[in-house]
């Protein structure tokens, strides 16, 4: 990967389709969430990786393994590294691991950063339906931090139940950024990502990212045209060096997101920071080679 070539790195898009056919999520929830995002294309991983080399960009593709709580079997993790693999160039693997799966998933996660070069994990606690400081997940966490990689929680609401009765079973409780605050404390080095901006809880993600110094936010899920004010203005200024960009893709393009951030009011010399410079450091793609 050629660093000084991207334009920018997306950290937050979503592999939905297998090789096979098979989605991440079940008809039911993947149809409701096309009801509430509009409906959208399922690229495959090559697609994405043609999609995001056309642009100059980089992305962070993951998926979510919430089997326990869902019943629907995820998209193999080691499928989502080989191909990213396929397209290192511009493609960057994060795994999920259901945290329901205790120490087994702790070996896991270990194989697939050291086997099949996974560069982070990503959590959805209402779809997975756990609280992000359950100690049933600290042996997952334990191991994410020792690797060194990242953990990406989703936090706020979520398009993913909507409208489907009882939200279909997704409890928007556990997204709520203070229940990572308990895991920043438990795991002082580990790498977090508060994903989105935290609706209805906004002011405790950015509360829990200015406390802890190796929390970070990326902007996925929202066009930037409906951020809410306060989140603008840390950006700007408290935590510049750990605000990301992330569009969510294929619910939300790169190309309508950054459309709307090149009219937000953010410093000339911020705007780098958000796009590229902070999630280079994070992800630690400033320390290699091209």
């Known amino acids: 990967m050629n660093l000084d070539e991207l334009v920018a790195i997306d950290v937050h898009t979503h592999a939905e389709i297998s090789k096979d056919g098979h989605g991440s999520l079940s008809p039911v929830l993947f149809g409701a969430s096309g009801e509430y995002f509009g409906s959208h294309e399922r690229p495959t991983i090559p697609q994405m990786a043609a999609y995001y080399r056309e642009r100059k960009m980089a992305a962070v593709v993951f998926t979510v393994d919430a089997e326990h709580a869902t019943g629907h079997p995820r998209i193999a993790n080691e499928e989502i590294a080989e191909s990213c693999a396929e397209h290192a160039d511009v493609l960057i693997p994060f795994a999920s691991v259901d945290p329901h799966k205790g120490r087994a998933g702790a070996r896991e996660a270990r194989r697939l950063v050291e086997r099949h070069g996974v560069r982070g994990f990503k959590f959805h606690p209402s779809i997975q339906g756990f609280a992000p400081n359950d100690p049933m997940a600290y042996p997952l966490y334990e191991v994410i931090e020792e690797l060194g990689v990242p953990a990406l929680f989703h936090t706020g609401q979520t ?6 009765p009882g939200g279909g079973g997704i409890r ?13 404390v438990d795991f002082p080095e580990l790498r977090v990502i508060l994903a989105h901006p935290s609706f209805p809880w906004q002011d405790e993600a950015l509360a829990v990212a200015t406390h802890k110094p190796y929390v970070h936010i990326d902007l996925s899920g929202w066009s930037p045209k409906y951020f809410p004010p306060q989140l603008v203005r840390y950006a700007n200024s408290l935590l510049k060096d750990k605000v990301l960009f992330g569009s969510d893709y294929p619910v939300i393009t790169p190309d309508r997101w950054l459309a709307d951030f090149a009219k937000l009011d953010i410093k000339p010399e911020v ?17 290699e080679t091209s």
């Open 271 to 287: 705007r780098p920071k958000i796009l590229k410079d902070n999630a280079a450091r994070l992800l630690g793609l400033d320390k």
């Open 159 to 164: 398009g993913i139940g909507a409208g489907v």
């Open 172 to 184: 928007l409780k556990y997204s709520n950024p203070m229940l990572v605050d308990d895991v920043a």
